[in-house]
């Protein structure tokens, strides 16, 4: 079994940043993707950042340029660094880790979503 935990602080002023951590343990060899959704009051979710086992990272259109996907290998441990924040980033966001197990079982598990709330 994978535990997944994230955290970081959920509270930011208009153009300020956040950081949140998204840190995976269990019996893992290997961490092919880590993700970051959000999903806001009355809209769906969507997929704000991914990064993959090879360091390739994808961003939602609308973060670019203002949030970074990063991750610490040797951790097991993924960074959302959110910068220049606004009001549209507020949202429950979530992480995803698909890897493989030890015994070479695959699994995609979740972490607990956390609050993102940017005041003005």
């Known amino acids: 079994q994978v535990l997944v935990v994230v955290s970081g602080g959920g509270l930011a002023q208009s153009g300020g940043p956040l950081r949140r951590s998204c840190a995976a343990s269990?019996?893992?060899?290997?961490?092919?993707?880590t993700r970051w959704y959000r999903q806001a009051p009355g809209k769906q979710r969507e997929l704000v950042a991914k990064i993959t086992s090879g360091g390739r990272t994808n961003l939602l259109d609308s973060v670019e340029g203002r949030f970074t996907i990063s991750r610490d290998s040797a951790k097991n441990t993924v960074y959302l660094q959110m910068n220049n924040l606004s009001a549209e980033d507020t949202a429950l966001y979530s992480c995803?880790?698909?890897?493989?197990?030890?015994?070479?079982?695959?699994?995609?598990?979740w972490g607990q979503g956390t609050q993102v709330t940017v005041f003005s």
């Open positions: 995803n880790v698909y890897g493989v197990y030890v015994d070479r079982r695959s699994f995609n598990s």
């Open positions: 269990g019996n893992i060899v290997s961490i092919l993707a």
